[in-house]
């Protein structure tokens, strides 16, 4: 069970994670990239949302083995399309419209939100306050807005939920390269062996022989 301070005990991170989702948060600490392959409503968006709330907030649970930062962290949250990162991963960090503060980012934590561009409900930037007294910025992308749209931010972590294109996960990944930063995608292999499955895969394939 994740806990933070006595002040944030009114809202619980509930999450006790099984060992595949264990061994993925696990291995950031050694791992700047990482892939959680897997099929539909089996933890792996969840998965992501959580370690995104963790780096975040600074509050890191009694079992964590991965990365820590100990300083407040720019991170961004992506998902296919405007609509799909809203109703996906905008509603497992925040919780659904009117409710913000129920999905993994806990609602004493939240100092604001500014609204997206496009559907109604999006939201563009979520700033969050750090368990070393700083703010934390998480801002919510889309795959569909071209990899010139992911250009010229340094971030700390990147998480992309469901497979990008290549050309958007390396621009991405680019972005990290600064902080030396962590990027872990979360998705069902629905386009098969494709480049950027393929990217993690055949490194897998390698480190075995």
Request: aromatic share 10%; hydrophobic share 40%.
């Amino acid at each position: 069970m994740l806990r933070g301070s006595v002040e944030s005990s009114r809202r619980l991170w509930i999450y006790e994670p099984y060992q595949k989702q264990l061994q993925f948060h696990d291995a950031g600490l050694t791992n700047r990239e990482r892939l959680f392959l897997a099929g539909n409503q089996l933890g792996k968006t969840l998965s992501g949302a959580m370690e995104a709330a963790i780096h975040a907030t600074g509050w890191y649970p009694a079992w964590w083995r991965g990365r820590r930062f100990d300083r407040p962290t720019v991170g961004w949250a992506a998902g296919i399309t405007a609509e799909s990162t809203r109703d996906t991963v905008q509603r497992l960090l925040l919780g659904r419209p009117g409710r913000f503060g129920s999905g993994s980012l806990p609602k004493e934590r939240l100092i604001g939100t500014a609204a997206g561009r496009g559907p109604a409900e999006l939201v563009d930037t979520i700033r969050i306050r750090h368990a070393s007294g700083g703010e934390s910025m998480i801002a919510l992308k889309a795959y569909e807005k071209g990899r010139e749209k992911w250009q010229g931010e340094t971030l700390d972590w990147l998480w992309f939920d469901e497979e990008p294109p290549l050309d958007v996960y390396i621009e991405g990944l680019t972005r990290t390269n600064a902080t030396q930063g962590l990027v872990w995608v979360t998705c069902t292999p629905l386009k098969g062996m494709s480049e950027v499955v393929s990217r993690f895969l055949v490194e897998v394939a390698r480190a075995a022989r």
